[in-house]
Protein backbone atom coordinates (compact mmCIF):
# COMPACT_ATOMS: atom_id res chain seq x y z
CA UNK A 1 0.00 0.00 0.00
CA UNK A 2 2.84 2.46 0.82
CA UNK A 3 4.92 1.49 -2.06
CA UNK A 4 1.47 2.75 -4.33
CA UNK A 5 1.37 6.05 -2.46
CA UNK A 6 4.63 7.68 -2.23
CA UNK A 7 8.23 6.35 -3.60
CA UNK A 8 9.89 5.34 -0.04
CA UNK A 9 13.38 3.17 0.06
CA UNK A 10 12.32 -0.67 0.36
CA UNK A 11 14.28 -0.97 3.63
CA UNK A 12 12.07 2.17 5.18
CA UNK A 13 9.03 -0.11 3.78
CA UNK A 14 10.51 -3.16 5.58
CA UNK A 15 11.49 -1.11 8.66
CA UNK A 16 8.24 -0.25 8.96
CA UNK A 17 6.32 -3.36 8.28
CA UNK A 18 7.55 -4.83 11.44
CA UNK A 19 6.69 -1.69 13.44
CA UNK A 20 3.03 -1.56 11.89
CA UNK A 21 2.32 -5.05 12.98
CA UNK A 22 3.44 -4.49 16.78
CA UNK A 23 0.98 -1.46 16.90
CA UNK A 24 -1.55 -3.08 15.29
CA UNK A 25 -1.46 -6.17 17.42
CA UNK A 26 -1.53 -3.55 20.81
CA UNK A 27 -4.61 -2.12 19.30
CA UNK A 28 -6.39 -5.37 18.75
CA UNK A 29 -5.72 -6.48 22.40
CA UNK A 30 -6.67 -3.49 23.55
CA UNK A 31 -9.83 -3.40 21.02
CA UNK A 32 -9.13 0.11 19.89
CA UNK A 33 -8.28 -1.45 16.54
CA UNK A 34 -10.72 -3.00 14.37
CA UNK A 35 -10.27 -4.98 10.58
CA UNK A 36 -12.45 -5.46 8.28
CA UNK A 37 -11.94 -7.57 4.99
CA UNK A 38 -13.59 -8.16 2.33
CA UNK A 39 -13.32 -12.27 0.78
CA UNK A 40 -13.60 -13.14 -2.92
CA UNK A 41 -15.73 -16.21 -3.63
CA UNK A 42 -12.16 -17.77 -4.46
CA UNK A 43 -11.64 -17.28 -0.58
CA UNK A 44 -9.07 -14.86 -1.43
CA UNK A 45 -8.90 -11.39 0.50
CA UNK A 46 -10.22 -8.40 -1.75
CA UNK A 47 -9.56 -5.93 0.32
CA UNK A 48 -9.32 -5.05 3.29
CA UNK A 49 -9.33 -1.50 6.23
CA UNK A 50 -9.06 -1.05 9.63
CA UNK A 51 -10.69 1.64 11.98
CA UNK A 52 -8.67 2.73 15.04
CA UNK A 53 -10.12 4.53 17.76
CA UNK A 54 -8.11 7.31 17.93
CA UNK A 55 -7.80 9.42 21.28
CA UNK A 56 -9.63 12.28 21.25
CA UNK A 57 -9.88 15.58 22.96
CA UNK A 58 -13.55 16.26 24.44
CA UNK A 59 -15.60 18.71 22.69
CA UNK A 60 -19.15 19.76 22.11
CA UNK A 61 -21.21 16.87 21.31
CA UNK A 62 -18.65 14.06 21.98
CA UNK A 63 -17.88 14.83 25.61
CA UNK A 64 -16.61 11.97 27.67
CA UNK A 65 -16.14 10.08 24.80
CA UNK A 66 -12.32 10.05 24.67
CA UNK A 67 -11.81 8.84 21.28
CA UNK A 68 -12.96 8.74 17.65
CA UNK A 69 -13.26 5.97 14.48
CA UNK A 70 -10.52 7.02 12.40
CA UNK A 71 -10.77 4.96 9.05
CA UNK A 72 -6.76 4.10 7.76
CA UNK A 73 -4.92 1.18 5.62
CA UNK A 74 -7.86 1.34 3.03
CA UNK A 75 -6.37 -1.23 0.34
CA UNK A 76 -8.40 -3.37 -2.11
CA UNK A 77 -6.20 -5.70 -4.42
CA UNK A 78 -5.68 -4.30 -7.89
CA UNK A 79 -8.02 -7.05 -9.70
CA UNK A 80 -11.05 -6.05 -7.32
CA UNK A 81 -11.07 -2.28 -7.73
CA UNK A 82 -13.34 -0.41 -9.13
CA UNK A 83 -15.85 -3.09 -7.64
CA UNK A 84 -17.04 -1.79 -4.86
CA UNK A 85 -14.87 -3.73 -2.34
CA UNK A 86 -13.70 -0.33 -0.76
CA UNK A 87 -16.94 1.15 -0.85
CA UNK A 88 -18.50 -2.22 1.27
CA UNK A 89 -15.57 -1.80 3.99
CA UNK A 90 -15.92 1.73 4.30
CA UNK A 91 -20.02 1.71 4.86
CA UNK A 92 -19.29 -1.51 6.73
CA UNK A 93 -17.50 0.97 9.46
CA UNK A 94 -19.33 4.13 9.12
CA UNK A 95 -22.29 1.33 10.71
CA UNK A 96 -19.89 -0.15 13.08
CA UNK A 97 -19.26 3.50 14.47
CA UNK A 98 -22.80 4.68 13.98
CA UNK A 99 -24.56 1.65 15.86
CA UNK A 100 -21.46 2.29 18.37
CA UNK A 101 -22.80 6.55 18.93
CA UNK A 102 -19.70 7.82 17.62
CA UNK A 103 -20.75 11.66 16.51
CA UNK A 104 -18.25 11.31 13.31
CA UNK A 105 -15.88 9.00 11.52
CA UNK A 106 -12.19 10.24 10.40
CA UNK A 107 -9.78 9.71 7.62
CA UNK A 108 -7.25 11.11 5.56
CA UNK A 109 -7.72 10.20 1.67
CA UNK A 110 -5.49 9.59 -0.96
CA UNK A 111 -5.51 10.93 -3.82
CA UNK A 112 -6.59 8.01 -5.00
CA UNK A 113 -9.47 7.26 -2.58
CA UNK A 114 -10.99 11.34 -2.52
CA UNK A 115 -13.80 9.92 -5.27
CA UNK A 116 -15.13 7.23 -2.61
CA UNK A 117 -15.02 9.33 0.19
CA UNK A 118 -16.70 12.07 -1.50
CA UNK A 119 -19.54 9.45 -2.90
CA UNK A 120 -20.32 8.45 0.55
CA UNK A 121 -20.35 11.78 2.02
CA UNK A 122 -17.36 12.55 3.66
CA UNK A 123 -16.40 16.20 3.41
CA UNK A 124 -13.31 17.81 3.80
CA UNK A 125 -11.83 19.44 6.42
CA UNK A 126 -9.93 22.23 7.98
CA UNK A 127 -6.83 20.38 8.87
CA UNK A 128 -3.05 21.86 8.07
CA UNK A 129 -0.29 20.18 8.26
CA UNK A 130 3.92 21.09 8.46
CA UNK A 131 5.70 18.22 7.37
CA UNK A 132 9.39 18.33 9.50
CA UNK A 133 10.98 15.53 7.92
CA UNK A 134 10.94 15.30 4.29
CA UNK A 135 8.94 12.58 2.50
CA UNK A 136 9.50 11.35 -0.61
CA UNK A 137 7.57 12.34 -3.76
CA UNK A 138 4.38 10.55 -4.79
CA UNK A 139 4.77 8.05 -6.68
CA UNK A 140 3.55 7.59 -10.75
Do not use: N
Not at 42 to 52: P, Y
Not at 83 to 102: C, E, L, N
Not at 121 to 126: A, D, I, K, V
Request: a positive charge.
Amino acid sequence: MWGELRRYPKADLDEHDGTYARWVRRGLRTRRFLAFVVEAPSRTVAGSGCLWLMPSQPRPGALGRGEIPYILSMYSEPEFRHRGVASMIVKAMVDWSRQRGFARVLLHASRFGRPLYARLGFEPSSEMRLELVPQPPPAG
